[in-house]
């Protein structure tokens, strides 16, 4: 339970950003925001604590993830493992029609590829890593957004993390109890924190045609390594609606307990004006005392929203 505790701090939810920080194969090729300009926000009648309330008041992460049940999709999976080298030696690719039809889920492999070290002799993932992100992004399990079969080894303690997984992806910024020396750095928004941090305000265009604002939280240069986890989070707002439409997120950490380093990217856009997701990337090396070191790459690729 301790190893997927401390997965659970690296799967935290995550705008739009293009340069990842890990030098290896970037599987996030899709461009999808343009900045204009820096934004005055006192001439938008807006302030930072604004921003800062919407981004810990926001359940739209969720809320898309759960109006998946209504639609029927496809989804495109590409999924790499690393050796120590930052060569690949693993891979994996799925090509999935989702349906949702009469509120029963089922799934179509119209593609299903893998190589390389990816698997254990019993048929389980290698890394505890793709494991977890097969069970929340719906890859190879449904998970926990949909009715269905649960995910092998659910149930019992695993169970009882389910809320803590949510809070920790959805709602970015509060504190996450329970990880050693971790727990108050995820709390970036809170007084003791903030001296840390600049805070950025930008205006653009998503998709090339929605008017959005850019909200950056990143380090400080003089910040010490140690003092923070998120080193960057930036978030993309709906200019028209106040509506969070994507979040990048930058954690990096290292004590004697766990070493990581982890970039994460999520996307929504709005279909018959519902947001649903889109887009999820993912970059991270990860390792804690007496376990393999992890380090992955994904790619996920939600599109063809049909409404069942």
Same mark, same amino acid.
């Given at each position: 339970m301790k190893k997927l505790l401390l997965l659970f701090i690296f799967c935290i939810i995550s705008t739009v950003t293009f340069a990842q920080q890990i030098k290896r194969f970037n599987p996030d090729t899709i461009k999808t925001i343009v900045i204009d300009s820096l934004v005055d926000i006192k001439s938008h009648r807006l302030n930072a604590q604004d921003f800062i309330d919407a981004v810990l008041a926001d359940t739209s992460f969720y809320k898309a993830f759960q109006n998946m049940k209504r639609y029927g999709f496809t989804a495109e999976n590409r999924i790499f493992t690393y050796d120590k080298k930052n060569k690949v030696d693993g891979k994996i690719y799925r090509k999935i029609i989702h349906s949702n039809a009469a509120g029963k889920h089922r799934m179509e492999y119209v593609a299903k590829t893998d190589?390389?070290?990816?698997?254990?002799? +019993?048929?389980?993932?290698?890394?505890? !890593? *793709?494991?977890?992100?097969?069970?929340? %992004?719906?890859?190879?399990? +449904?998970?926990?957004? !949909?009715?269905?079969?649960?995910?092998?080894?659910?149930?019992?303690?695993?169970?009882?993390?389910?809320?803590?997984?949510? #809070?920790?992806? %959805? !709602?970015?910024?509060?504190? *996450?109890?329970?990880?050693?020396?971790?727990?108050?750095?995820?709390?970036?928004f809170a007084g003791d924190m903030r001296g840390y941090y600049y805070y950025e305000f930008a205006r653009g265009k998503y998709l090339d045609t929605i008017p959005v604002y850019r909200f950056r939280v990143r380090c400080k240069p003089s910040t010490s390594d140690g003092d923070t986890m998120i080193k960057e989070m930036t978030t993309i707002f709906d200019e028209r609606t106040f509506q969070i439409l994507g979040r990048y997120i930058d954690m990096k950490f290292s004590n004697m307990f766990v070493d990581f380093n982890v970039q994460m990217n999520i996307e929504l856009?709005? %279909?018959?004006?519902?947001?649903?997701? #889109?887009?999820? !990337?993912?970059?991270? +090396?990860?390792?804690?005392?007496?376990?393999?070191?992890?380090?992955?790459?994904?790619?996920? *690729?939600?599109?063809d929203y049909k409404k069942e």
């Amino acid at each position: 339970m301790k190893k997927l505790l401390l997965l659970f701090i690296f799967c935290i939810i995550s705008t739009v950003t293009f340069a990842q920080q890990i030098k290896r194969f970037n599987p996030d090729t899709i461009k999808t925001i343009v900045i204009d300009s820096l934004v005055d926000i006192k001439s938008h009648r807006l302030n930072a604590q604004d921003f800062i309330d919407a981004v810990l008041a926001d359940t739209s992460f969720y809320k898309a993830f759960q109006n998946m049940k209504r639609y029927g999709f496809t989804a495109e999976n590409r999924i790499f493992t690393y050796d120590k080298k930052n060569k690949v030696d693993g891979k994996i690719y799925r090509k999935i029609i989702h349906s949702n039809a009469a509120g029963k889920h089922r799934m179509e492999y119209v593609a299903k590829t893998d190589s390389g070290n990816m698997f254990k002799k +019993n048929g389980k993932y290698q890394l505890y !890593t *793709v494991e977890m992100f097969d069970y929340i %992004f719906m890859n190879a399990y +449904n998970s926990d957004f !949909t009715k269905g079969d649960a995910l092998p080894g659910a149930g019992g303690k695993n169970e009882s993390y389910k809320d803590k997984l949510k #809070t920790l992806i %959805f !709602t970015p910024g509060r504190r *996450v109890k329970g990880i050693p020396f971790i727990s108050s750095k995820t709390e970036i928004f809170a007084g003791d924190m903030r001296g840390y941090y600049y805070y950025e305000f930008a205006r653009g265009k998503y998709l090339d045609t929605i008017p959005v604002y850019r909200f950056r939280v990143r380090c400080k240069p003089s910040t010490s390594d140690g003092d923070t986890m998120i080193k960057e989070m930036t978030t993309i707002f709906d200019e028209r609606t106040f509506q969070i439409l994507g979040r990048y997120i930058d954690m990096k950490f290292s004590n004697m307990f766990v070493d990581f380093n982890v970039q994460m990217n999520i996307e929504l856009n709005s %279909f018959e004006g519902e947001l649903l997701p #889109t887009k999820i !990337t993912y970059q991270g +090396n990860w390792n804690i005392p007496f376990h393999k070191e992890e380090r992955a790459s994904f790619l996920i *690729v939600h599109k063809d929203y049909k409404k069942e």
